[in-house]
């Protein structure tokens, strides 16, 4: 799909569809809105007072063959209350319109930017809300959805002096979503055509097109490094585990300066393994892998974006199953830290493979940690598939990724990990437990689980578990995989 700035004024583009927003107010038609209006003969008006055209958020109003227009279709989309209108808004009406559009066969469409409107977050929050919509899961459909593809969407409202400032944010924009669409492939990706060693691969080819180094640990450099906790998982797998390390290093890098250590869950498959999960829906587990594909993408994203802060991303990588040689519930692991673990479930295996991913991104020189995670299905229960949880040990660290959150139009919520929780996995045979004691807060047992590595480096941990799948497709998004969080971090790393 092409996405690019246009340049003829809008009524003189030929297009299949322009697209613009209105917001709900005593009067929807204004300023752009109202030139429209004009050249189509007062229609909109006559709409706004009939009540069709409301302004109400994610509101279609679709006509066709307008007068005055070159457009083949108008359609406008509510953009809600002009006081709650922002960046977020207008990632999702760009995403929004393009499935409503792609739904009806049309191929291309011009998106008019409302007056004032024409900045360089716009244009990058449009480039990331379209390519992100025109997302689908069809790789291993033989038949594609009708064919049905958009494959230009110009934008238009830019003059000549905010070109310059709109292509930039259309540069970034299309990164950061093909970047998190690069994630969501990962993620969609079943277990058989995904397995650590597969993943690592395409890891690996990534980073070495993008210029960055890599590192792919195998089993055996797995074991001298005493990496136990992700062995005990892997240990139930005819497949290999891998531990997949990325570095971004800038030549601006400052001595000193911090080292962000991105550190994800990749669980090609959970089953559960001893303490198997129930067959009802576990083919959901696929994606488990989420978190791990995430930081992965946020590095594709990085490698572009070029921030003056050196990152290392640290992914250990492993199926969780049952076998003669997995793991049982009460088995002692020790960890790469030295610290040793009574694994009393072996379905709480993010904890234990993040464990060693944690630490070994320490090692490696991270200073501040940020950990993603399918890890819990407490944090569904929590939050539902609405917020991601967010854990921290270092609130001015957490602030700033909060404000990330929130400046990228993703929801997130701060979750407490005080030491009150701490005795729910002390451990009574071994020094720590991999699961509390049946006293509720679940998602918080595996923050303070993993906070056990991190000794006394600012670190914070997204459970993804509720948010990185949707079963459900959006208006602005397909269902499946969302690549929730990769947004934030990028934002976080580039602010920094
Ligand atoms: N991968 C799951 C968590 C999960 C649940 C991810 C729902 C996505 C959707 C994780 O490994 C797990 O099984 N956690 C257990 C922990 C429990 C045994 C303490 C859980 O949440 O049930
Ligand atoms: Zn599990
Ligand atoms: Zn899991």
């Known amino acids: 799909m092409q996405i690019n700035l246009g340049a003829q004024p809008f009524a003189a583009i030929e297009t299949e569809a322009l697209v613009s927003y209105v917001f709900e107010e005593a009067d929807p038609v204004q300023g752009r809105i109202a030139e429209i209006d004009q050249s189509a003969g007062g229609l909109l008006r006559r709409l706004a007072k009939s009540g069709e055209l409301t302004g109400k958020n994610l509101e279609f109003t679709l006509v066709h063959a307008p007068t005055g227009l070159k457009a083949a279709r108008l359609l406008l ?134 210029g960055l180094s890599v590192e792919i640990l195998d089993e055996k450099k797995i ?62 587990m696929k994606y488990d892998m989420a978190g791990g594909a995430t930081m992965i993408g946020v590095m594709r994203a990085l490698a572009a974006l070029k921030p003056s802060l050196k990152v290392i991303c640290v992914v250990p990588s492993t199926e969780n199953m049952p076998g003669g040689r997995a793991q049982k519930p009460g088995d002692i692991q020790t960890a790469m830290s030295g610290k040793t673990i009574e694994v009393l479930n072996t379905d709480a295996e993010g904890r234990l493979i993040l464990a060693d991913g944690v630490h070994y991104a320490k090692q490696l020189g ?46 997130m919520w701060q979750m407490p990990i005080d030491d009150d929780y701490r005795e729910f996995i002390k451990g009574t045979v071994a020094d720590i437990q991999n699961i509390g004691s049946g006293k509720g807060g679940g998602a918080i047992t595996g923050a303070m689980f993993i906070k056990e590595f991190t000794g006394d480096s600012p670190w914070i941990h997204l459970d993804i578990a509720g948010t990185a799948w949707n079963d459900d497709s959006k208006p602005w998004l397909a269902k499946g995989p969302t690549g929730v969080a990769l947004r934030t971090l990028v934002h976080l790393v580039m602010s920094y």
Do not use: C, W
């Open 77 to 210: 989309v509510g953009a809600g209350k002009r006081e709650q209108f922002n960046s977020a808004t207008l990632r999702k009406i760009a995403g929004a319109a393009l499935r409503y559009l792609k739904s009806r066969s049309v191929k291309n469409f011009a998106l008019l930017v409302r007056e004032g409107d024409a900045t360089e977050e716009s244009a990058q929050v449009i480039a990331e809300g379209a390519l992100t919509a025109e997302f689908e899961s069809d790789k291993y459909k033989t038949e594609k959805k009708n064919d049905k593809k958009i494959e230009a969407v110009p934008i238009a409202g830019y003059s000549d002096a905010e070109r310059a400032a709109g292509e930039k944010g259309l540069a970034k924009g299309r990164t950061i979503a093909e970047s998190q669409n690069f994630a969501r492939d990962l993620i969609n990706e079943p277990s058989n055509k995904l397995t650590p060693s597969i993943l690592a691969q395409k890891a690996e080819a990534m980073a070495k097109s993008a």
């Open 223 to 284: 074991a001298d490094l005493k990496m136990g906790a992700l062995l005990s998982v892997a240990q139930g797998s005819v497949e290999p585990p891998r531990m997949i390390v990325i570095t971004y290093n800038p030549p601006s890098a400052k001595p000193g300066a911090p080292v962000i250590g991105l550190i994800g869950k990749a669980v090609t498959f959970d089953t559960g393994g001893i303490s198997i999960k129930p067959s009802d829906g576990m083919e959901k």
């Open 366 to 411: 991270a200073t501040h940690l940020i950990d993603a995670a399918t890890l819990t299905g407490a944090i569904v229960v929590a939050l539902a598939g609405i917020n991601v949880g967010v854990f921290g040990s270092d609130q001015s660290f957490t602030d700033k990724l909060l404000a990330s959150a929130k400046a990228t139009g993703e929801k």
